[in-house]
C-alpha cells in the first residue's frame, strides 16, 4: 500500500470509528509505548479497554484447551478436520432449528454487515437503521452511495419501531435493528419485535444485529432467527466476540433464508478456504457453543459489576440507562472533556454520538478497571 493510499485509508477508518462513537488505540501509542495489556488481568500502568465490550474474563477454559490442541494445524485451512467450518455450521444450525444452508460464516459479525450493506445498498436503495446504534451497514452503505434512513431511539432510548415502519417506501431495500441495541444497551420486547418483524418483512429484507443477545435470560427464546424457521424474510447477524469472548479470533455468522444466503456467499465468498474463518477461530466457536456455564458465569459477573456502576453513577447524579448488555450508556454533560479527562488517565470507552453528544458509553470491565475509572471520575472533575 503506498503512502498516499494509506493515508486515504486511515482517514476513512478514523472517520468510521469517529461516527461508530469510538476513538482508536493509537491514540495511546506515545503515552504508553504501544503496550495495550499481556492478560486479562490489567496492571496499573496498563489502558483501561472499556471500548470495545469485549468479555474482560476472557476465553473459557475449555476454549484454551482447544486452542493448545489445534495450534500445530495453523498451517492448515479449516476444513476436513472434525473442526471444520461445515461442522460449525452445522452445529449453528441445529441450535437454532435451522439448515446449514441457512448459515454464513463470516470475521466477526462485522464482515456480514458489510456484505449486507453492499447487498442490499449498491444501487442506491434506501436503508434505514435506528439512531444511535452499532451502524456498520449505515455507515458503509453511505460510502457506497445508498440513501440511508436514520430514525432516532424514543424517549425511553428504544428504537421507534412505528416511525421506522413509517419511513419504508418503494426504494426500501432493508431495515436493521440491534437488540439489545448498541449503545443504549435497551431491548424490544420479544412478541412485540416478532409481529413487527413478521409484519415488516413482507415489505423488506429485515435484519437484526443479535450481538449482545447472549446477556439476556432465556437468550434463545427472544432471538429473531425462529423467523428464518418461518419463511420470513430476515436475517439475524451473531459474533463470538463478546460474551464469548473470542473477538481476537474474528468470528461471527448472518443467518437468513437459504436462497439469500446461498446468493450473498456466491457473492462474498466463492466458497473458497481462503475466505473462510480460520482453524483456531472455528475450533474455539465449536466449543464456546457448547459451554453454557461459561456463558452463565459471564452474565452473572456482568450483572454485579452493572450493579456496582449504577451505584457510583447515582452518587454522582448522572443520568444513566439500565443496559441489557455488556456496556452501560449514561449522560456526563459534556462528552468532549469527560474524554480529555479520559485520555489523560489512559481509559478508553466509546461516546458522542451525533443524536446524544454528550452521553458516553463504558464497558463493564474486571473490578479492577471499574475501580480505577470510578476513582477518576470522582468529583465530576470534567465539568
Not at 178 to 202: A, W
Not at 226 to 239: D, H, M, P, Q, Y
Not at 336 to 348: P, T, V
Not at 363 to 378: A, Q
Request: proline letters at 3%; one cysteine or more.
Amino acid at each position: 500500500m503506498d503512502t498516499t493510499n494509506r493515508r486515504q485509508w486511515l482517514k476513512k477508518s478514523l472517520a468510521t470509528s469517529a461516527a461508530l462513537g469510538l476513538f482508536p488505540l493509537h491514540a495511546f501509542s506515545e503515552i504508553n509505548n504501544g503496550h495495550y495489556g499481556t492478560d486479562n488481568t490489567s496492571k496499573k500502568n496498563d489502558v483501561k479497554r472499556l471500548l470495545y465490550n469485549e468479555n474482560h474474563l476472557g476465553p473459557s477454559k475449555n476454549v484454551e484447551r482447544i486452542i493448545k490442541q489445534v495450534i500445530s494445524r495453523s498451517n492448515r485451512y479449516a476444513t476436513f478436520y472434525e473442526y471444520d467450518a461445515k461442522t460449525l455450521k452445522q452445529l449453528i444450525a441445529k441450535q437454532e432449528g435451522l439448515k446449514p444452508e441457512n448459515v454464513l460464516l463470516g470475521h466477526g459479525s462485522f464482515e456480514p454487515l458489510i456484505w449486507a450493506a453492499t447487498h442490499f445498498g449498491s444501487k442506491g436503495e434506501q436503508i434505514i437503521v435506528p439512531s444511535p446504534t452499532f451502524d456498520v451497514v449505515g455507515l458503509f452503505a453511505k460510502k457506497i452511495g445508498a440513501k440511508v434512513t436514520p430514525v432516532e431511539v424514543d424517549l425511553d432510548f428504544r428504537m421507534n419501531l412505528t416511525e421506522m415502519e413509517a419511513r419504508i417506501s418503494a426504494d426500501t431495500s432493508l431495515l436493521t435493528l440491534c437488540n439489545p441495541n448498541n449503545p443504549t444497551g435497551t431491548i424490544v420486547e420479544t412478541e412485540k419485535l416478532k409481529s413487527f418483524c413478521r409484519l415488516v418483512s413482507d415489505k423488506t429484507t429485515v435484519l437484526i444485529d443479535e450481538a449482545y443477545i447472549h446477556y439476556l435470560n432465556s437468550w434463545r427464546s427472544k432471538s429473531m432467527a425462529s423467523l428464518i424457521a418461518e419463511g420470513k424474510n430476515v436475517l439475524v447477524t451473531r459474533t463470538f466476540s463478546k460474551i464469548y469472548a473470542l473477538a481476537g479470533l474474528r468470528i461471527g455468522f448472518i443467518l437468513g433464508p437459504d436462497t439469500l444466503i446461498a446468493e450473498m456467499e456466491k457473492k462474498f465468498t466463492l466458497g473458497f478456504p481462503g475466505n473462510m474463518p480460520n482453524s483456531l477461530s472455528v475450533a474455539s466457536a465449536i466449543t464456546a457453543l457448547q459451554d453454557d456455564l461459561f456463558l452463565e458465569i459471564s452474565r452473572n459477573k456482568n450483572i454485579e459489576i452493572q450493579h456496582t456502576f449504577y451505584n457510583e453513577l447515582d452518587t454522582l447524579g448522572l443520568n444513566y440507562i439500565r443496559s441489557k448488555a455488556n456496556f452501560v450508556y449514561f449522560d456526563v454533560k459534556d462528552f468532549k472533556a469527560y474524554k480529555e479527562l479520559m485520555l489523560k488517565n489512559k481509559i478508553l470507552l466509546a461516546g458522542g454520538w451525533p443524536t446524544k453528544s454528550n452521553w458516553a458509553r463504558v464497558t463493564m470491565g474486571s473490578e479492577n478497571d471499574m475501580s480505577f475509572l470510578f476513582d477518576k471520575m470522582k468529583g465530576k472533575k470534567w465539568l
